[in-house]
């Protein structure tokens, strides 16, 4: 079973990069005029390779990411075809832009290179934003010299209507380089902007005070981008304003009052759903909001609030402003989109003998919660960001290349993520991973008693919110049992292990129904959503991290029908009655990264669809493993076992088994979801 993942998320970690490495052809030229031709040939109505090109401007600037490469491939094969070097490098320019907000800061360097190359130099509409964008991914690696030196030749180049963008770009780039008096020297020359450019401009002009030390003007700056913003931006820039305002406040000491400015930038970011509409956000500039919740999380931890901080974390996970799926896709009746609970909630919604561990990874340090019944423990592990990333990625690679220092490695990380955090032995953990942590196989931590799953029945969840929601809606929910398997594509993608894997599933339950080869497809899907508890899926998945939405699974076509059930359709389907969802397909469980909230991809779509749980893969799956722990899982599932002991059952098994005691066979899977999961009289024939 074969996983794809084309391009790179925001705020994605060094554990993709092996994945990512596999399949970079995926976003190149070549790629993309193969994709751009099959696309133009299935338009009905064809446009002109310029309006192919606005229609990419257009897109991008909605969020819609894939679609606007798409929409960009388009005009580049007009444009080849045509021999037009002004449209290929128009095109090319336009990657670059849609490349850029998606945060693939590689591909979006390297085509804003190639609209430069292609001819784009002498053309402001063209070398204007390329060099902008070169620019802005400078600046988002932290390597503001570099930036500098781009947006001058943006400047240069620009039309008089881009510059004034590109000034502030480059008045932020002086400032974030030290080189303030060059700021001041630009801020001054700008004088009054227009009313476009005014919030823009005055928060850097508050940055650069800052940075000067001079609290008092930045203070008075910050307070009046609060008091006066005004248009269809009103509440982002009055955001960023109170930010600012923290940030000043924390700067002189006024702990309390800086606390009190970041949680009012927190409810302001309330009203600022997933769509950036301003000025900044179509230059590159705009902020990562995370960071508003990231200093108040770390505020309340310092005044020993952990309560509130964890209400904080909460708050980002469940309302994530660049969650790019709940805003771009109309959510089904009974959809999962829960408002943030309170400490106190969550305390009451559990139960005893269960505890959520949940995690924040802040730039210098990674806060951990403990939460039961009887109280919660907030922790300060002394782990950076970039530190916890590393752990992962380490971990991960020993897994996957099956090296014996696999379990120095999960000793160590237990030993620095949970070791402090005073767990009790055969409680139930319902793991809150934040950023590379969900990329972490917790059950192959090791203490000298044993791995994590051999202590803990474990499952895991975006928030503790979506969790506990999930858990009050799936009471009662029954099988019957729907599988996918071996769906009928080429015989270079035949998967002759999953078709065996459903076989044996589906003897486990009265009334199951098998699919296989060509009826697998994305149709039969659809309509057993509507009778089935629990649809199983073996079959190769596509990961897209530049646009989760365009994940999809590989099933069999039928008509004109390719057979590609993208998570943009799952999202459409109404899975309120769906016990369980299990993707038995290589790395289902990725996607990418929103800074804050869980991982966009399949997880999103199928809780976003009401799924109550599911099953999700970290990296490529063994075919006799796998059969073997699903076949374990879904017996204890028959006879009612919760599903959160089902699922230690099963890896337990495999991990028992000859041959198979390395994390590699057995750590693949997450359980995501409703842990208390139980099929109604069980399933058993």
């Not at 991982?599 to 799956?621: D, E, H, K, N, Y």
Request: net charge neutral; with cysteine; charged share 20%.
């Amino acid at each position: 079973m074969a996983a794809s993942l084309a391009g790179a998320g925001a705020g994605a970690s060094p554990v993709f990069d092996a994945a990512r490495a596999r399949l970079q052809d995926a976003e190149t030229v070549k790629a993309l005029s193969d994709e751009g031709r099959v696309l133009y040939q299935r338009d009905r109505i064809k446009l002109a390779g310029y309006q192919y090109c606005g229609q990419a401007v257009a897109l991008a600037e909605r969020g819609e990411f894939r679609l606007s490469i798409q929409a960009a491939s388009k005009a580049l094969i007009i444009g080849q075809r045509e021999g037009n070097d002004n449209l290929v490098a128009s095109a090319k320019r336009d990657l670059a832009i849609s490349y850029s907000y998606a945060g693939d800061l590689d591909h979006a360097d390297q085509y804003a290179r190639d609209a430069l190359a292609s001819g784009g130099v002498g053309t402001p509409a063209i070398a204007g934003p390329a060099l902008k964008t070169l620019g802005d991914v400078a600046a988002r690696r932290g390597r503001p010299a570099d930036a500098i030196a781009h947006y001058l030749q943006a400047a240069s180049a620009a039309s008089a209507k881009f510059r004034p963008l590109v000034d502030i770009a480059l008045a932020n780039a002086y400032v974030q380089d030290g080189q303030l008096a060059q700021a001041r020297t630009l801020y001054a020359r700008l004088g009054a902007p227009d009313a476009v450019m005014a919030m823009p401009f005055k928060r850097g002009l508050a940055r650069l005070r800052l940075a000067e030390g001079d609290y008092p003007g930045a203070l008075a700056l910050f307070t009046e981008v609060v008091d006066s913003a005004a248009g269809s931006d009103l509440s982002y820039h009055r955001l960023w304003g109170q930010a600012g305002r923290g940030e000043v406040l924390a700067r002189i000491g006024d702990r309390a009052g800086a606390r009190l400015a970041y949680r009012d930038a927190v409810r302001t970011s309330e009203t600022i759903r997933s769509r950036f509409r301003s000025e900044e956000f179509k230059a590159g500039l705009f902020g990562d909001v995370q960071q508003v919740f990231d200093r108040a999380i770390a505020l309340s931890m310092a005044e020993g609030d952990s309560a509130g901080a964890f209400a904080l974390s909460e708050q980002s996970r469940a309302r994530a402003l660049l969650d790019l799926v709940r805003e771009r896709v109309a959510m089904p009746a009974g959809a999962a989109r829960t408002s943030p609970l309170s400490a106190a909630q969550v305390r009451a919604a559990l139960r005893e003998g269960e505890a959520i561990v949940a995690f924040h990874t802040l730039d210098d340090a990674l806060i951990a919660w403990v939460v039961r019944p009887s109280g919660i423990d907030g922790y300060r592990i002394a782990r950076t960001r970039k530190e916890v990333a590393q752990d992962v990625d380490a971990l991960r690679q020993a897994i996957l290349e099956r090296r014996p220092a696999a379990r120095a490695l999960g000793a160590r990380l237990y030993a620095t993520l949970l070791a402090p955090l005073a767990l009790v032995p055969g409680e139930t953990l319902l793991l809150v991973p934040h950023e590379a942590l969900h990329y972490l196989p917790f059950q192959a931590l090791r203490t000298d008693a044993g791995y994590l799953v051999q202590l803990h029945p474990l499952a895991f969840a975006p928030s503790a919110g979506l969790a506990l929601e999930l858990a009050r809606r799936s009471a009662g929910r029954h099988v019957p049992l729907a599988a996918f398997g071996n769906p009928g594509l080429d015989a270079r993608m035949a998967l002759p292990g999953a078709e065996r894997e459903v076989q044996r599933i589906v003897a486990l339950f009265t009334g199951a129904t098998v699919f296989t080869q060509a009826a697998a497809t994305p149709s039969q899907f659809r309509a057993s959503v509507q009778s089935a508890g629990i649809l199983h899926v073996a079959a190769h998945a596509e990961v897209d991290l530049v646009d989760p939405l365009q994940s999809r699974i590989l099933l069999a076509p039928e008509g004109d029908d390719p057979g590609l059930l993208a998570a943009r359709d799952i999202h459409g389907l109404a899975m309120d009655q769906v016990a369980l969802v299990t993707l038995s397909a290589c790395e289902s469980g990725l996607g990418r990264i929103a800074r804050g909230d869980e991982v966009l991809g399949f997880t999103r779509a199928f809780l976003s669809a009401g799924v109550a749980s599911l099953l999700v893969s970290l990296w490529p799956v063994e075919d006799d493993s796998t059969a073997l722990l699903m076949t374990t899982l879904y017996g204890e599932l028959a006879r009612g076992a919760p599903s959160a002991q089902a699922m230690q059952s099963a890896q337990l098994a495999v991990l028992a088994q000859a041959g198979y005691a390395e994390p590699y066979f057995w750590a693949a899977f997450n359980l995501v979801g409703d842990w208390r999961m139980q099929l109604a009289g069980g399933g058993a024939p």
